[in-house]
C-alpha cells in the first residue's frame, strides 16, 4: 500500500512519523519526571509539616507529663500511700486524703485541658481521683490494662483508653511510686482531653483538601482516628489486602510496627490514598497523614491535558510544515520526471 503511494505523502508518513515518537518519548520522559517532583514536592510538605505537628505534640506531652511527675513525688502522697489501710475515706475520716484530693482538683481547675488526676494503691488495688468517683465494689486496679502497662514498664508511660465511667477516650500519663526503698506503691497519673490532639490533627490534616490523620499505637491499634468507632477497637493489620478495598496495608502496617518513615500509596475503603507516616519519638506512637491520591495527582492531570495540548498544536504544526517542505522538494522532482517523461515519448524540447 505504501508502495503505491506519492513520493511527497511517502516523505510526509515518514518526516512526520518519526516526530510523533521523539514528540511521545519527550512527553514521556517529561511526565515521569514531573511526577516524581509532584510527588517529591508533597511528600516534602507533608514531612514538615509532620514533624511540626511532632515536636509540637512531643512539646505538650511533656508539659503535661510534668504535673503527674510533681505530685507522684510529693512525700505526703508516698505516706499516704504507704499507711492509708481503707479503700472508702472521706475528709471527714482521714484529711490527709482531702489535702490530696483538693490538690488533685486544683490541677484539674487549674488547667482546662486535664480531665481528672488520679492515684491507685498497689497495696490495696484501689484508686481515687479529683471527681471522687464511686467504684464497683469488685474493682481492682491490677486488673486494668493500663496499671498493668505502666507496672510492668516501671517508668513513666503515655497511653490511650476508655474510662470506665464514662467510656470516653482519653489520653493518660501514668507514673509508678515507689518507697524510698524500691516498694512499688501505687500509680500516679492525670488524664488530658483529647480536644488539643484533635486540634493538632486538624491543622495536620488541613494541609490537604482530603487530608486525615491519625495515631497507631505499638501494635498497630488505632489510638485516635476522626472514625471513632476505630479508636482502641481495631488495628491497622484488621484491614486486610483485597486488592479492591484494601492494598499494600499489609506493607504500611509493617514499616509502622518497625518504626519506619516514609510514603507509600495504598487503597483504604476502597479510595487509592498516599499514606504519610512517622514515628513520634519516646512514645512509640506512629502518627500517619492520609491524603487521596486524586488531590496528589491532581498537577499530574493538568499537566497531562496541556501536554496533550501542546503535543496537538505541535503535530498540527508540523503537518503544515512538512506539507510545505515536502512540496518544496517534490514538485522540482516531479517537474524533472515530467520532463524526462516528455523526452522519452519524443517531443521534449531538448
Known amino acids: 500500500m505504501i508502495e503505491n503511494l506519492k513520493l ?4 510526509l508518513i515518514f518526516v512526520l512519523g518519526i516526530n510523533l515518537v521523539m514528540l511521545f518519548a519527550v512527553f514521556g520522559v517529561y511526565y ?21 505537628v511532632i515536636a509540637t505534640l512531643d512539646g505538650y506531652l511533656k508539659e503535661k507529663s510534668k504535673i503527674a511527675w510533681t505530685f507522684s513525688q510529693q512525700p ?62 469488685d474493682y481492682q486496679v491490677g486488673k486494668r490494662q493500663w496499671y498493668i502497662n505502666v507496672v510492668k514498664l516501671g517508668k513513666p508511660c503515655f497511653d490511650v483508653d476508655t474510662d470506665i ?50 495515631l497507631v499505637g505499638k501494635d498497630g491499634t488505632f489510638l485516635y482516628h476522626p472514625d471513632e468507632n476505630l479508636v482502641l477497637k481495631k488495628k491497622l493489620s484488621d484491614f486486610k489486602d483485597d486488592g479492591k478495598h484494601y492494598k499494600n496495608l499489609d506493607i504500611v502496617n509493617g514499616k509502622i510496627l518497625n518504626g519506619d518513615s516514609g510514603i507509600d500509596e495504598v ?40 501536554s496533550a495540548l501542546i503535543i496537538i498544536l505541535a503535530l498540527i ?24 517523461k516528455d523526452i522519452a515519448e519524443g517531443e521534449g524540447n531538448l
Open 32 to 52: 515521569t519526571f514531573s511526577r516524581k517532583l509532584v510527588v517529591n514536592e508533597t511528600q516534602q510538605r507533608a514531612t514538615e509539616k509532620v514533624r511540626e
Open 165 to 214: 465511667v464514662d467510656k470516653s477516650v482519653r489520653v493518660n500519663y501514668r507514673y509508678p511510686i515507689y518507697s524510698d526503698k524500691g516498694k512499688l506503691l501505687g500509680v500516679g497519673g492525670i488524664d488530658i482531653s483529647l480536644d488539643s490532639f484533635k486540634k493538632l490533627m486538624s491543622e495536620l490534616a488541613s494541609v490537604f483538601n482530603t487530608g486525615q490523620v491519625f
Open 76 to 137: 505526703i502522697i508516698k505516706r499516704w500511700l504507704e499507711t492509708n489501710k481503707r479503700k472508702i475515706v472521706d475528709r471527714r475520716t482521714d484529711p490527709v486524703y482531702g489535702q490530696i484530693i483538693d490538690y488533685f482538683k486544683s490541677l484539674v481547675k487549674n488547667d482546662g485541658e486535664i480531665y481528672t488526676a488520679f492515684l491507685a494503691s498497689e497495696r490495696l488495688q484501689w484508686y481515687w481521683d479529683s471527681d471522687e468517683v464511686h467504684l464497683p465494689e
Open 267 to 306: 487503597v483504604f475503603n476502597g479510595e487509592k490514598r498516599y499514606f504519610m507516616y512517622r514515628p513520634v519519638p519516646k512514645l512509640g506512637w506512629t502518627l500517619v497523614l492520609s491524603v487521596a491520591a486524586s488531590e496528589v495527582n491532581a498537577p499530574l492531570k493538568i499537566l497531562a491535558r496541556t
Open 317 to 340: 504544526f508540523l503537518v503544515v510544515v512538512i506539507i510545505l517542505l515536502t512540496d518544496t522538494i517534490t514538485k522540482p522532482i516531479n517537474k524533472l520526471v515530467y520532463m524526462l
Open 8 to 11: 511527497r505523502d511517502k516523505m
